[in-house]
């Protein structure tokens, strides 16, 4: 099954070099892969001693983030090298300050395996949540490198489970160990026969929390906001700016918005502003302008939703009306914020267990939108009492990142 593996491997490298002619994006994968030997053989000795992370993406990275700072912390002599699969990761955070190093992960092939790992040479490998690569791991195996999987989840309908999952079992018999995030993901690994597993819960958390601590201010925010009640629509989709703006379009009362669409293109953010018939300001356009004055803000950059949260009465996260997935919901949560959301979150535990406590609202379409906003907006106390739901759970499920620490160790 690995000589398939590898062949359909090399095939697929061979028909993505050809999109990259079509797509910026796979352009990015291909290209960005080009230099990573050269970087690593630059910016890594052999005499250095190195803690590798590899994260799928963006969401796997800042989940991984505070485990890598804890790290940092414990280990100092150690240089930390970041990999990513994805550009949507890598292009955000390639200049982060965590990591040494920061490159895209070469295609899982025997030979970039091993040239990878001669070249890191780590003593310690962290898998964030997901991404499972055969011949990295079997050579991880091989050089006896302690390899885990942190904040881990598992579900009945992937692969492993299955009776066809022979091939995908047996990558996980590479790992020393796995944290989990819940008591089925361990349950899950104990029907196939590992026991070396610990519910440590979400590093997400951690994460979240610690954002309270830094400085989330933002002049131009608050002069815009003017004590008004303010509601932050985060990495939204285009279903979901429909509703919002419908809601908008039809709305008298004081009340402000701030939108922080997931895509940033100019003609789809263009298209965003003209379709609002309230006074409407870019962030790209804010200079000089006395913000106050609007009604309605949009943010054309990355990198600041977070502490745009912070200003925040009521926030919507968006992707619960699509099949990309429901964003970050837990950066509103820490800040004490009720949050609303499309339908489509089951595949999110902390959704699930948000809604469920009523701190988080999911709506299906206009109506159940304008029933829940105009709740919010109208009655202070249901506010509260939703956002301090949301900001205890948070609270409630820090600490996965002490319970991982504690079994790491260096020989």
């Known amino acids: 099954m690995l000589f398939l593996y590898n062949i359909l491997l090399i095939i697929a490298s061979q028909i993505v070099k050809l999109l990259a002619f079509f797509s910026p994006k796979i352009k990015l994968f291909v290209d960005g892969r080009k230099t990573v030997f050269e970087t690593l053989d630059n910016k890594i000795n052999p005499e250095d001693k190195t803690i590798w992370f590899h994260a799928a993406s963006l969401g796997e990275f800042e989940q991984g983030l505070p485990v890598m700072e804890k790290m940092k912390t414990k280990f100092p002599n150690h240089k930390i090298v970041v990999t990513f699969f994805s550009p949507s990761g890598y292009e955000v955070r390639k200049n982060n300050t965590i990591a040494d190093v920061t490159v895209y992960l070469p295609l899982d092939t025997k030979s970039n395996a091993k040239k990878f790992l ?41 692969a492993f489970f299955k009776w066809y999952g022979g091939f995908y079992r047996n990558a996980l018999k590479t790992f ?37 601590e830094r400085d989330n201010s933002l002049d131009f925010i608050k002069q815009f906001k003017n004590n ?69 803000l949009i943010i054309d950059a ?53 809604v469920h406590q009523t701190g988080c609202i999911s709506v299906a379409n206009q109506d159940q939108l304008n029933d829940a906003l105009s709740s919010l907006i109208s009655n202070e106390d249901i506010r509260n009492e939703k956002g301090h739901i949301c900001s205890t759970f948070v609270q409630m499920s820090k600490g996965a990142t002490d319970v991982i620490l504690k079994h790491i160790t260096i020989p």
Request: charged share 20%.
């Open 118 to 158: 001669k070249l890191v040479h780590p003593e310690l490998v962290f898998f964030i949540k997901y991404e499972y690569w055969p011949n990295y791991l079997n050579e991880l195996k091989k050089a006896n490198i302690k390899t885990y999987l942190i904040s881990g989840i598992f579900r009945e309908n992937q």
């Open 302 to 354: 990355i990198g600041i939703l977070t502490k745009v949260y912070s200003y925040a009465d009521i926030a919507y996260v968006g992707g619960g009306f699509g099949t990309a997935g429901l964003h970050n919901i837990l950066e509103p949560a820490t800040f004490g914020i009720p949050i609303i959301i499309g339908p489509n979150f089951s595949n999110f535990a902390e959704a699930v267990a948000l």
């Open 176 to 212: 020393d160990y796995f944290f989990v995030q819940n008591e089925n993901s361990k349950s899950l690994l104990q029907r196939l026969g590992f026991n070396n597993v610990k519910i440590s819960g979400d590093t997400r958390f951690d994460r979240v929390v610690a954002i309270l």
């Open 228 to 296: 008004t009640i303010t509601i932050v629509i985060g990495s939204s989709w285009p279903k979901d700016e429909n509703l919002i703006v419908n809601f908008i379009n039809q709305t008298n009362g004081s009340v402000k918005f701030i939108f922080a669409p997931h895509i940033i293109k100019p003609e789809q953010i263009q298209e965003l502003k003209n379709s609002i018939s309230k006074k409407t300001i870019l962030f790209s356009e804010k200079d000089n302008r006395d913000l106050s004055a609007f009604d309605v």
